[in-house]
Nanobody, 115 residues
Framework: QVQLVESGGGSVQPGGSLRLSCAAS????????MYWFRQAPGKGLERVSS????????VYAESVKGRFIVTRDNAKNTLYLQMNSLKSEDTAVYYC????????RGRGTQVTVSS
């Protein structure tokens, strides 16, 4: 069973940047497609990105396209989310997941964008 631990969240002003990490346990990380999700206060779970096994193809939600970049390091069992030009509407708990509906995800890391 894969365990996922997100880190790197925090508070930032609009226009700022953050880099999230997702560390995965186990030996199957390199054969998993990986996903980032987020959940804003009072809203449902939103899929932010989906990334292929080697990170060669990533699909982004329209709301983050051009601002967020996903990379992965299979040697380190780690997935990254570089978030640039952050907006207040990006405020949410961010999760990484191994399935496309987010059922198997970590505990999340809080991102707050506020002036």
């Amino acid at each position: 069973q894969v365990q996922l631990v997100e880190s790197g969240g925090g508070s930032v002003q609009p226009g700022g940047s953050l880099r999230l990490s997702c560390a995965a346990s186990g030996s199957i990380f390199s054969i998993l497609s990986m996903y980032w999700f987020r959940q804003a206060p009072g809203k449902g779970l939103e899929r932010v990105s989906s990334t292929s096994t080697r990170g060669l193809r990533t699909v982004y939600a329209e709301s983050v396209k051009g601002r967020f970049i996903v990379t992965r390091d299979n040697a380190k069992n780690t997935l990254y989310l570089q978030m640039n030009s952050l907006k207040s509407e990006d405020t949410a708990v961010y999760y990484c997941a191994i399935d496309s509906d987010g059922r198997t995800r970590g505990r999340g890391t809080q991102v707050t964008v506020s002036s």
